[in-house]
């Protein structure tokens, strides 16, 4: 059993950052990809950022040179630092982790975390 805990979300000015936090607890798991997505309103969700268990990051065009992810494994942690917010980045911001389960089935799955609110003010 896999659960993600989010924090960070909330309201910021145009300009301002946020950090995000996501940390995956569980027993007999092991998380490889971290990520996050978005949804705007009337939009569809989209992947904002990726990181990989080896470090490997991928984010969305529309983020790169403002948003940074990253990593500890130790704490099976991800965090998302948001700079130069605008109000474009308004959405519900939601942790995803791919998982390995230790046992012998050595099962996939995907786990959710219940979404952040992040809101840009003009």
């Known amino acids: 059993q896999v659960q993600l805990v989010e924090s960070g979300g909330g309201l910021v000015q145009a300009g301002g950052s946020l950090r995000l936090s996501c940390v995956a607890t569980?027993?007999?798991?092991?998380?490889?990809?971290m990520g996050w997505y978005r949804q705007a309103p009337g939009k569809q969700r989209e992947l904002v950022a990726l990181?990989?268990?080896?470090?490997?990051?991928n984010v969305v065009d529309s983020v790169k040179g403002r948003f940074t992810i990253s990593r500890d494994n130790a704490k099976e942690s991800v965090f998302l630092q948001m700079n130069s917010l605008s109000s474009e980045d308004t959405a519900v911001y939601s942790c995803?982790?791919?998982?390995?389960?230790?046992?012998?089935?050595?099962?996939?799955?995907?786990?959710w975390g219940q979404g952040t609110q992040v809101t840009v003010t003009s």
């Open positions: 569980g027993r007999m798991f092991r998380i490889n990809a």
């Open positions: 995803y982790a791919e998982a390995t389960d230790l046992n012998l089935s050595r099962s996939r799955s995907v786990h």
């Open positions: 990181i990989t268990d080896g470090g490997n990051t």
